[in-house]
């Protein structure tokens, strides 16, 4: 009986494979020949006059890409990027996220409210943006030149465009992790914070040592979907600045877009690429491993 069970579960197995092969070969052939090929370019010059052509180079793209000042420009700008937009998300999105929390009626219609500029396309909040930031007839540019704050054009200005930019993804994205930060809060054990309110602790000892450490998971979650989306960041600044002015806008995508498809030069930009994506990986990993280790400890 029990040869006849191992067999059958042998024989289901086998079938599930061989109905899934086509879709495995076809996300192979999707995904691991793109990557290999952008791996193959990023050894060569590549040229398009006449045709694909491929020239091996060895390791001069590689060497470009750890010497050239312009990317390392490109990376601590998107540096300075990465951890202005997610750490205002988080703060900000966690802050919303207790407020609503904390609210007896009307949550569902302010949730909804909240939730409106994660729905909004990057482009169009790029470009609404940038027509309300204005100097001529832009709301926002005359409220701040009323109000005697900034009298100049926002975005084209080196300080205040990286300011303008991180503004635009953090309306549009802390949404998102208030999203997140409010579903985790609904896990929050309600007789542990009764018990507290009991022995009168006050919301700030509730919020320090019941709330934040119940959701520190979801909070780990939130901080490492945001972290990928901000890595690869592109539109608004693609839409507003396009990396201006004076490339103080100029994150490592808008880079290396304008490395591939300006200057046409697919094997450095290839490069380029494939260091973003260990960038990525590393993020993650060490997110990953943050979140394990937070798992095993509680």
Known sequence: MALMTGKTSAQRQGFELAMMSPALFLLALITLVPFFS???MSFNDVS?????????SGLDNWQRVFTDPDIRSSWLISLVYFLATVGLEMVIGTVMALLVYSLTRGSNIIISLLLIPMFIAPVIVGLLGRFMLDPSHGLYAWLLNESGLFDGNILGSVGSAMVAVILMDVWEWTPLVALIVLAGLASVPEDTLEAAEMDGAKYGQKLLYIILPSISNILLVALLIRAMDAIRFFAII?????????????????RLYDIAFRFFDLGYAAAVGITMLVFSIMVATAFTKLLKRQETSS
């Open 48 to 56: 398009l006059m006449g045709g694909l052509a491929f020239e091996f």
């Open 38 to 40: 952008i791996i193959w």
């Open 238 to 254: 693609f839409i507003t600045t396009n990396g201006g002015p004076a490339d103080s806008t100029k994150i490592i995508p808008i």
